[in-house]
């Protein structure tokens, strides 16, 4: 018997099997691990946003999928999705502008199963921090530089959502206050220094991407050099006072803009040493996201396994 279906039988006796569901704008990313926390199953699905009876539909069929596949007909569901969830973490409770319908649906009730929901930055902290660049973190935050700039906060080895479940917003942090004002209305934001919803801003319509600008870039074009190195200049300004508030031992960077390797990380360590601060010499690990696009999956399993285990202690 090989060891897959060995662990899949195991779940089944043992009936500890956790699903994990993240939504995203484009594609459904769903993943069952087992006791042990190691994946037994993964699968996508687009989402077609526009239509919410639609997504949730998928969302359900992809849930009773892996526990057929599993053989897991209780499991655990973990969902991971945009927004701000409630204080209970059963529902997404403010998520204006997108998805529509999923602001207090309960997915619980939904799928017949108990549920947990999360902001999927916070997923993906929890995904380095169980099995990824965070593993050997006791405290860390995580940064996902794509369209926008997500974030997330991990404190004593647990997430931390906040008041409000909005914690580890640090794409809505100042850089210049003379900036304009993004979909906050937060003056010279992080997001809007660096996030790729602003790159034809920020290049005077030279550029319509930061794959555009970075390619450009490596080839030693001046203008894209500059625009690019201010746009690490200002995210060495965030991280130096992330570092200077929260102290974490490791920031973890992911995304598409993280894809940028050492175009990213070389001149951003060289930065960031110049302004936060590091009393006797120490200083945060800059690190990259080892979860790539099923990182929001894998976290919301672990969650709904650890919420699940705490409410059944």
């Known amino acids: 018997m090989d060891g ?3 662990t899949v039988l195991n779940n089944k006796v043992n009936n500890k099997t956790y699903i994990g569901i993240d939504l995203g704008g484009t594609r459904i990313k769903g993943i069952a691990i087992g006791a ?3 994946i037994l199953h993964q699968t996508y699905t687009p989402t077609n946003d526009g239509n919410g009876e639609v997504w949730k ?6 849930v009773s999928d892996l526990k057929e596949i599993t053989h897991s007909a209780n499991a655990i569901v973990g969902i991971s999705a945009p927004g701000l969830p409630d204080n209970t973490n059963t529902c997404i409770a403010f998520m204006p502008g997108r998805l529509e319908g999923l602001e207090n649906f309960i997915w619980s009730d939904f799928l017949q199963t108990p549920s947990y929901v999360l902001n999927d930055g916070v997923a993906a902290m929890v995904a380095e921090a ?7 973190s006791t405290n860390a935050v995580l940064l996902t530089l794509g369209t926008g700039v997500g974030g997330a906060i991990l404190i004593n ?5 906040g008041s409000f479940n909005k914690a580890g917003h640090f794409g809505h942090s100042v850089v210049d206050c003379n900036g304009d004002g ?8 992080l ?3 660096i996030g790729n919803c602003t790159i034809e801003k920020r290049s005077s319509g030279k550029f319509s991407s930061t794959h555009e600008l970075l390619v450009a870039y490596r080839k030693g074009d001046i203008f894209a050099k500059e625009v690019w190195l201010k746009s690490v200049k200002h995210l060495a300004i965030s991280l130096a006072s992330i570092c200077n508030i929260l102290s974490p031992d490791t920031v973890v960077i992911g995304g598409g803009i993280a894809e940028a390797n050492d175009d990213l990380f070389v001149p951003l360590n060289t930065m960031i040493d110049e302004y936060e601060w590091q009393p006797g010499g120490i200083k945060a690990t800059i690190v990259k996201a080892q979860h790539a696009d ?5 976290g919301a399993a672990f969650f709904a396994k650890e919420k699940f285990n705490e409410a059944n202690k």
């Open 4 to 6: 897959k279906r060995r």
């Open 36 to 38: 042990d926390g190691n």
């Open 57 to 62: 539909t998928a969302i359900k069929k992809t």
């Open 130 to 136: 169980k099995t990824g660049a965070a593993q050997n």
């Open 157 to 161: 080895g647990k997430p931390y959502q």
């Open 182 to 189: 993004d979909v906050t209305n937060m003056p010279g934001s």
């Open 191 to 193: 997001e809007e220094c």
């Open 294 to 298: 099923l990182a929001g999956a894998i």
